[in-house]
């Protein structure tokens, strides 16, 4: 079903898809979900610096120490630039392969990958408008919007982004939005 989200109504593109998926799947996918979220916060996972779809966590806590951060570097009497990022549709960027590794990498192996992948993978969809629904299409990349597991199987493809960004500056994410601080000494 797409969800429109802002701009043009007129422009496909400024719609989301959402994913009608059975309540059995809905099921399945919250105890995996839970499953796995348990794992990789016993664990200690999930880099400090991801507050997206985290318990405890939010827009205001990335908030807060994204400025906490500038106030620290400010009082040293540093300069400080900040760079937004944002991964533009990207759920529908995880490449099921690079996924299965990174899943792995994170601990997340055996029978528990297999059916992760699996359940990504061989979609497809029709969309359905006012009763009227299209031709169908397959999928061979990303993760279904609208799924519990989703978001966690994204924290988990981008999890390794501090890993590289990290090294020229400060990181402050929240699921797909990324901003970089970088702090210099005025002297």
Not at 9 to 28: A, C, G, Q, T
Not at 126 to 136: D, F, L, N, T
Not at 145 to 159: E, K, W
Request: charged share 25%; with cysteine; net charge neutral.
């Amino acid at each position: 079903i797409p969800v429109y989200k802002k701009l043009d109504p007129k422009d496909p593109s400024n719609y989301r898809p959402i994913s009608v998926l059975s309540v059995f799947s809905k099921i399945i996918e919250k105890i995996v979900c839970d499953k796995i979220s348990a794992f990789l916060n016993n664990n200690n996972v999930l880099s400090h610096s991801q507050h997206g779809f985290r318990a405890n966590r939010s827009t205001e806590t990335a908030t807060i120490d994204f400025i906490q951060e500038i106030h620290k570097e400010l009082d040293r009497g540093r300069v400080v630039i900040a760079a937004l990022l944002d991964i533009s549709r990207a759920f529908d960027t995880v490449d099921h392969e690079l996924l299965a590794q990174k899943l792995n990498a994170a601990g997340i192996r055996g029978k528990v990958n297999e059916w992760v992948i699996s359940f990504v993978s061989d979609r497809s969809f029709r969309v359905h408008i006012k009763g009227e629904k299209s031709e169908q299409f397959n999928i061979d990349i990303g993760t279904p919007q609208g799924s519990t597991l989703a978001p966690m199987l994204f924290l988990i493809y981008v999890n390794d982004m501090v890993e590289y960004l990290g090294k020229y500056g400060i990181l402050f994410m929240y699921a797909d939005d990324t901003t970089i601080i970088v702090s210099a000494s005025t002297r």
